[in-house]
């Protein structure tokens, strides 16, 4: 069972307002995946990071998201000015090492934008 | 594009009875996984198949891949009512990246 904890469960944001959820991923994961998965199911890949650096994320459109893994302390994703389309379920993976390995998942973040 | 996609978007099936998700791809890959998402709950990995394997076992589970023609299979035999969920595929396009299909909802009914 995966040990992966998210917070919160539920964020509701108003259009324009800032929107930070949490991932600590299993003890002894370098490897850390932020995905975006929509109302059809669809996962969209967001960012990953080995320790602390990033090592690929997608053209976060207008700068609007970003993403860090600080040393000691939560992953966090955030979204600068939310916007109606970002609602979304926001899964974060931990992994010992790249794709080719499990990725074990949180219950995730439920965004809804008004 | 979808680089993995599941070839059903939805499944019923009686209790006690068989069944089989099917999965194409369109890259090489390292591996394929197979996971299985529960509702209001993160995905959780089901079975792990390397492109050198062409089958592999986890209880009532069982995945197949078929490198030359980019395709797997998962078949779930005498299924339960807990079996319900969306279950995907997941293919690696590189190092570290997963690329995940579209998910089929399989529904188990009593």
């Known amino acids: 069972n995966s040990k992966v904890i998210q917070t919160p469960r539920y964020l509701v944001k108003g259009q324009g307002q800032k929107a930070k959820m949490r991932c600590i991923p299993e003890?002894?994961?370098?490897?850390v995946f932020w995905y975006q998965q929509n109302k059809n199911n669809e996962f969209k890949f967001l960012i990953n990071?080995?320790?602390?650096?990033?090592?690929?994320q997608i053209d976060m459109t207008e700068k609007r998201f970003s993403a860090e893994c600080p040393s000691n302390s939560p992953c966090s994703l955030e979204i600068q000015s939310s916007e109606a389309g970002d609602s979304a379920l926001y899964l974060c993976?931990?992994?010992?090492?790249?794709?080719?390995?499990?990725?074990?998942f949180g219950p995730g973040t439920r965004l809804t934008v008004l | 594009s979808q680089l993995a996609e599941e070839n059903s978007w939805a499944l019923s099936v009686h209790e006690g009875e068989s069944v089989t998700v099917n999965c194409s791809y369109k890259?090489?890959?390292?591996?394929l996984q197979w996971y299985r998402q529960k509702s209001g709950k993160g995905p959780a990995q089901l079975i792990l198949?390397?492109?050198?394997?062409r089958e592999k076992r986890n209880g009532r589970l069982r995945a197949t891949l078929d490198t030359s023609s980019q395709s797997s299979s998962l078949s779930i035999t005498a299924t339960r009512c807990e079996d319900t969920a969306v279950y995907f595929c997941?293919?690696?396009?590189?190092?570290?990246?997963?690329?995940f299909g579209k998910g089929t909802h399989l529904h188990v009914l009593p």
């Open positions: 990071f080995q320790n602390q650096e990033v090592l690929q």
């Open positions: 890259t090489s890959i390292t591996a």
């Open positions: 003890k002894g994961h370098p490897v």
């Open positions: 993976a931990s992994s010992l090492s790249g794709g080719a390995f499990e990725q074990y």
């Open positions: 198949i390397r492109s050198n394997e």
């Open positions: 997941a293919t690696d396009t590189n190092a570290y990246k997963v690329i």
